[in-house]
């Protein structure tokens, strides 16, 4: 298809005669060569193509009413060339419908619905030209109706389709065979939309300021290569999405945007020599039922969340994806594993495991330096592994599990992380020799988990969070907890959690309460030694719960309130 498409950008036809010289519409305009003595306004669709025709408007315009066609081939028209024409103000600019070999030369459109729409036509080349200020710039294909053989060469688009939906934009492709080459994209809410389109091929395509940059959506076998994407503030740089399959991407430089690529739902791609950087929220970002992806010799660094991240929402396991030789945060290495590793003594920006049962992981440290908080240990669909002699600093998650139990965490140290340890949907895993400092939120936050163990765990200076917090978990034990100086709320959460014990807690200095037991979080029990010093209202602290056992405390002073803040109805005994 290539082939036919370089054929194209040369053609010009032969054997077409001079028809004639007009500065008025003309419907329908003779076959042969005609030419534009001057401006033309029209009160209607202006001109209308045979077959064997060719148009040079020799710079002068065409100015619509806003309501009708500025240039129109309708059904079986084939071998027109259109050049140098400046077409403003129509419902279409150029509309071609079940036509072909069309060549569009130096045509700038703007200020119309469409610039230029292609419907169910094949083998057409558009060069050097601009389409710009229109709802839709340039549209090729549209529902049921796809269009094949589409040459886009030296192409300019800005500021298309604002207002309206979010596939309104500058470039919509339904194509069979495809390239867009040297195109340049500002200001759309969408800037390339490739959809339900097969063997296309992109290189040289820079897009800034689009709300989205570039959509391949549910398309196979499309190339995108050389590509600059930046400032796609509401979505991502590049996005594939609803089963965009075999797609290459290489050599991208993608930054400023929200996300600087996303693949969601779209399986067996390869990225290659990706340069992805200050994105808003992640860099390299996966979701739903998104394996066998690829991604080479990359730097993904520098995103506000994370470098590489995956949809953690999701309970689709999509594991089945390959990183190697990608550079991150701090320019240190990123590393991904989908099956059983042994890895110690090194220091990442990233680990990511992924259904990778039974590992030993020893001996690392994450840093995302002084800069980020961004990046974490990820551990999706991992049981039965160990985690020992772990330092994390500087990260968004510090230490994150998902869907993952029985694992084994001992001697972890964290240090200036959003949240110092998260655990969803974990079940049986022991935490051991937790030493949590400098959380901008949470130190320790389990939500959705049944079983786990937490034992010898200290906590200081969490700065606007609670320091542990336990959600939704029922069935867990925790000794020998000491949470201190929480700066904004409390020290100890139990919310819709049940059945928990804890035995040996300290809770002080924290800026709220001390212990907070709230949203039915019943039959919890306390003992041990449980100290609840100098906290700013409540030591203990109840609301809509039932049943427990709370005899182990042995003080509740306050800072500004000397009492426990109780309702009798809602325990059994303190």
Same mark, same amino acid.
């Given at each position: 298809?290539?082939?036919?498409?370089?054929?194209?950008?040369? /053609?010009?036809?032969?054997?077409?005669?001079?028809?004639?010289?007009?500065?008025?519409?003309?419907?329908?305009?003779?076959?042969?060569?005609? !030419?534009?003595?001057?401006?033309?306004?029209?009160?209607?669709?202006?001109?209308?193509?045979?077959?064997?025709?060719?148009?040079?408007?020799?710079?002068? #315009?065409?100015?619509?009413?806003?309501?009708?066609?500025?240039?129109?081939?309708?059904?079986?028209?084939?071998?027109?060339?259109?050049?140098?024409?400046?077409?403003?103000?129509?419902?279409?600019?150029?509309?071609?419908?079940?036509?072909?070999?069309?060549?569009?030369? @130096?045509?700038?459109?703007?200020?119309?619905?469409?610039?230029?729409?292609?419907?169910?036509?094949?083998?057409?080349?558009?060069?050097?030209?601009?389409?710009?200020?229109?709802?839709?710039? /340039?549209?090729?294909?549209?529902?049921?109706?796809?269009?094949?053989?589409?040459?886009?060469?030296?192409?300019?688009?800005?500021?298309?389709?604002?207002?309206?939906?979010?596939?309104?934009?500058?470039?919509?492709?339904?194509?069979?065979?495809?390239?867009? %080459? +040297?195109?340049?994209?500002?200001?759309?809410?969408?800037?390339?939309?490739?959809?339900?389109?097969?063997?296309?091929?992109?290189?040289? /395509?820079?897009?800034?300021?689009?709300?989205?940059?570039?959509?391949?959506?549910?398309?196979?076998?499309?190339?995108?290569?050389?590509? @600059?994407?930046?400032?796609?503030?509401?979505?991502?740089?590049?996005?594939?999405?609803?089963? !965009?399959?075999?797609?290459?991407?290489?050599?991208?430089? #993608?930054?400023?945007?929200?996300?600087?690529?996303?693949?969601?739902?779209?399986?067996?791609?390869?990225?290659?020599?990706?340069?992805?950087?200050?994105?808003?929220?992640?860099?390299?970002?996966?979701?739903?039922?998104?394996?066998?992806?690829?991604?080479?010799?990359?730097?993904?660094?520098?995103?506000? +969340?994370?470098?590489?991240?995956?949809?953690?929402?999701?309970?689709?396991?999509?594991?089945?994806?390959?990183?190697?030789?990608?550079?991150?945060?701090?320019? /240190?290495?990123?590393?991904?594993?989908?099956?059983?590793?042994?890895?110690?003594?090194?220091?990442?920006?990233?680990?990511?495991?992924?259904?990778?049962?039974?590992?030993?992981?020893?001996?690392?440290?994450?840093?995302?330096?002084?800069?980020?908080?961004?990046?974490?240990?990820?551990? =999706?669909?991992?049981?039965?592994?160990? =985690?020992?002699?772990?330092?994390?600093?500087?990260?968004?998650?510090?230490?994150?599990?998902? %869907?993952?139990?029985?694992?084994?965490?001992?001697?972890?140290?964290?240090?200036?992380?959003?949240?110092?340890?998260?655990?969803?949907?974990?079940?049986?895993?022991?935490? #051991?020799?937790?030493?949590?400092?400098?959380?901008?939120?949470?130190?320790?936050?389990?939500?959705?988990?049944?079983?786990?163990?937490?034992?010898?765990?200290?906590?200081?200076?969490?700065?606007?969070?609670?320091?542990?917090?336990?959600?939704?978990?029922?069935?867990?034990?925790?000794?020998?907890?000491?949470?201190?100086? !929480?700066?904004?709320?409390?020290?100890?959460?139990?919310?819709?959690?049940?059945?928990?014990?804890?035995?040996?807690?300290?809770?002080?200095?924290?800026?709220?309460?001390?212990?907070?037991?709230?949203?039915? #979080?019943?039959?919890?029990?306390?003992?041990? @030694?449980?100290?609840?010093?100098?906290?700013?209202?409540?030591?203990?602290?109840?609301?809509?719960?039932?049943?427990?056992?709370?005899?182990?405390?042995?003080?509740?002073?306050?800072?500004?309130?000397?009492?426990?803040?109780?309702?009798?109805?809602?325990?059994?005994?303190?």
């Amino acid at each position: 298809y290539k082939l036919v498409l370089l054929f194209l950008l040369g /053609l010009s036809f032969t054997n077409i005669g001079f028809s004639g010289n007009y500065n008025t519409c003309q419907n329908p305009l003779p076959s042969g060569t005609n !030419t534009l003595s001057g401006n033309v306004s029209a009160a209607g669709h202006c001109f209308w193509f045979n077959s064997n025709t060719e148009l040079d408007c020799k710079g002068y #315009s065409i100015n619509g009413p806003g309501n009708s066609f500025a240039l129109l081939a309708n059904i079986n028209k084939n071998n027109v060339t259109i050049k140098n024409c400046i077409i403003t103000s129509f419902q279409l600019g150029s509309y071609i419908d079940r036509s072909t070999n069309f060549i569009f030369d @130096n045509i700038t459109s703007y200020g119309s619905e469409y610039g230029l729409w292609l419907r169910d036509s094949s083998n057409i080349t558009i060069n050097n030209s601009e389409t710009s200020f229109n709802n839709f710039g /340039l549209f090729a294909g549209a529902n049921s109706y796809t269009s094949s053989n589409i040459g886009v060469y030296n192409h300019i688009a800005n500021s298309n389709g604002f207002g309206v939906s979010s596939r309104t934009g500058v470039i919509y492709f339904k194509v069979d065979s495809g390239i867009v %080459n +040297n195109v340049s994209i500002n200001a759309n809410p969408t800037g390339l939309y490739i959809d339900y389109s097969n063997n296309i091929e992109v290189n040289n /395509l820079k897009l800034s300021g689009n709300l989205i940059g570039t959509v391949v959506s549910a398309s196979n076998d499309v190339d995108l290569f050389n590509v @600059n994407v930046s400032n796609s503030v509401l979505s991502s740089g590049i996005v594939l999405q609803l089963g !965009t399959n075999n797609t290459n991407i290489s050599n991208v430089n #993608s930054f400023n945007n929200n996300y600087g690529i996303a693949v969601s739902d779209s399986s067996n791609n390869t990225f290659n020599n990706l340069n992805i950087s200050n994105n808003l929220n992640i860099g390299f970002y996966t979701v739903g039922a998104s394996n066998y992806n690829e991604i080479y010799n990359s730097n993904i660094y520098d995103n506000k +969340n994370y470098d590489f991240g995956m949809d953690s929402l999701s309970i689709i396991n999509q594991c089945d994806n390959i990183l190697s030789n990608i550079t991150g945060t701090n320019n /240190l290495p990123i590393k991904y594993f989908n099956s059983s590793v042994s890895l110690s003594d090194e220091i990442l920006a990233e680990l990511f495991l992924c259904d990778a049962d039974n590992s030993n992981i020893n001996n690392i440290s994450i840093n995302s330096g002084s800069n980020f908080q961004n990046n974490a240990i990820m551990s =999706f669909f991992v049981d039965n592994s160990n =985690f020992t002699d772990i330092k994390i600093n500087n990260t968004r998650w510090g230490l994150y599990f998902r %869907n993952s139990s029985y694992n084994i965490i001992d001697n972890y140290n964290s240090f200036n992380n959003y949240i110092g340890s998260l655990s969803i949907y974990t079940t049986f895993t022991n935490f #051991s020799n937790i030493n949590v400092y400098n959380s901008s939120t949470n130190a320790l936050l389990i939500n959705f988990g049944e079983n786990n163990r937490v034992i010898n765990f200290s906590s200081t200076l969490a700065v606007a969070g609670t320091s542990f917090e336990v959600r939704d978990s029922d069935n867990n034990y925790f000794e020998n907890i000491m949470v201190n100086d !929480t700066k904004l709320y409390s020290g100890f959460y139990l919310m819709r959690s049940s059945s928990n014990i804890v035995k040996n807690l300290n809770s002080s200095f924290n800026f709220f309460n001390g212990v907070v037991i709230n949203n039915n #979080s019943n039959n919890n029990v306390f003992l041990g @030694n449980n100290n609840l010093f100098n906290n700013t209202i409540f030591g203990l602290s109840f609301a809509d719960s039932v049943g427990g056992n709370y005899s182990g405390f042995n003080s509740f002073n306050t800072g500004a309130v000397s009492y426990t803040h109780l309702r009798a109805h809602e325990t059994d005994s303190y």
